[in-house]
């Protein structure tokens, strides 16, 4: 590969890693060709974008953003790809979807990930990535929690009102 093709690549993955919040490092080695197109229609559907890379031009891009990956680093050996994400818990659903025929042993692999700024690194973490809350899902809870009690205020008025009035009506007819 020459190196002007390089310094392009490099510069399309470090566009693509400033454009999303997430990535997810993933081993999908072993996918068969039906597999992968699989994988590969499952990540449009969800808003996902998988890409195969060399280590060495991705450790330049991550090298070329702001912030320090070097916890990523030791996690790039072999095939990796990449899955870009604007929501933090979609790549690890999917993963875990995707392999859940085969207890989580098969492909695609989880490697490593940069979630809501936090680095997550070997496999056993795909549990803990599934259950991170996205940005809409905590505003989502949030509202829910101010909600509840107002609702039961005005549940509780609205019996209340009921009940006096019944009260008050049948007092009235004796």
């Known amino acids: 590969m020459r190196k002007e093709d ?9 566009a693509t890693v400033n454009e999303y919040a997430n990535f ?13 197109s699989a994988l590969r229609r499952e990540c449009y559907k969800k808003e996902v974008k998988l890409v195969v890379v060399k280590n060495t031009l991705l450790k330049k891009a991550l090298d070329n953003v702001e912030g320090d990956f070097s916890p ?3 996690s790039m050996k072999g095939n990796t790809a990449v899955m870009f994400s604007n929501v933090a818990n979609v790549p690890a659903k999917l993963i875990k979807d995707f392999t859940k025929d085969t207890k989580g042993e098969g492909k695609p692999q ?13 496999a056993q ?3 803990a990535l599934v259950n991170v809350k996205g940005k809409n899902e905590l505003i989502g809870d949030v509202i829910m ?30």
């Open 125 to 127: 973490n795909l549990d």
């Open 24 to 36: 997810y490092l993933t081993d999908i080695e072993a996918l068969n060709a039906e597999k992968t």
């Open 72 to 74: 990523l680093f030791n």
């Open 6 to 14: 390089k310094s392009a690549i490099i510069d399309q993955l470090t």
């Open 145 to 174: 929690l101010l909600q509840s009690p107002a609702k039961n205020v005005i549940s509780a008025l609205k019996s209340g009102g009921n009940t006096i009035h019944g009260v008050l009506q049948t007092l009235q007819e004796r």
């Open 110 to 122: 989880l490697k490593a990930a940069y979630v809501q700024e936090c680095f997550y690194v070997g």
